[in-house]
C-alpha cells in the first residue's frame, strides 16, 4: 500500500484548499482513511476520518463546520477541503489508511505529509 498526500500550499486567513490523498497497492475501500496534522515539537493531531464507503466521519473540534473529507472508491482518493483557514492551521498534513474507525493515529499506512502554511 502506498499513499501519496498533494494540494497543500500558502493560502490567506479565510482562504480554502483541498488535500488530495492518492491510494495505491490494493482495495481501496478495505480502508478507513483518516487525515492528521503534525507541526514541529508536537505530536501527530488527528483532524478527519471517513468509513470505507463514506457513510461516517468525524472531525476534530478544531476543524469542525470548517473541513471536510470525502472519498471516491473509483478514483482511490481521499478529499480534504479545508475552508476557512486559520493560521492555526497551518501544519504537515498527513494521509493515512487503517482497519479501525478511530482518533488516534493507529493506522497502518501513512503518506509523506503535504505542507499547509496559512499567512495571516
Known amino acids: 500500500v502506498q499513499l501519496q498526500a498533494f494540494g497543500g500550499g500558502l493560502v490567506q486567513a479565510g482562504g480554502s484548499l483541498r488535500l488530495s490523498c492518492v491510494y495505491s497497492g490494493g482495495t481501496f475501500s478495505r480502508y478507513i482513511m483518516g487525515w492528521f496534522r503534525q507541526t514541529p515539537g508536537r505530536e501527530r493531531e488527528f483532524v478527519a476520518v471517513?468509513?470505507?464507503?463514506?457513510?461516517?466521519?468525524a472531525y476534530s473540534d478544531s476543524v469542525k463546520g470548517r473541513f471536510t473529507i470525502s472519498r471516491d472508491n473509483t478514483k482511490n482518493l481521499v478529499y480534504l477541503q479545508m475552508n476557512n483557514l486559520k493560521p492555526g492551521d497551518t501544519a504537515v498534513y498527513y494521509c493515512?489508511?487503517?482497519?479501525?474507525?478511530?482518533?488516534?493515529?493507529?493506522?497502518?499506512?501513512w503518506g509523506q505529509g503535504t505542507q499547509v502554511t496559512v499567512s495571516s
Open positions: 493515512a489508511a487503517g482497519a479501525r474507525f478511530v482518533t488516534s493515529p493507529d493506522y497502518d499506512y
Open positions: 471517513i468509513s470505507r464507503f463514506g457513510s461516517s466521519t
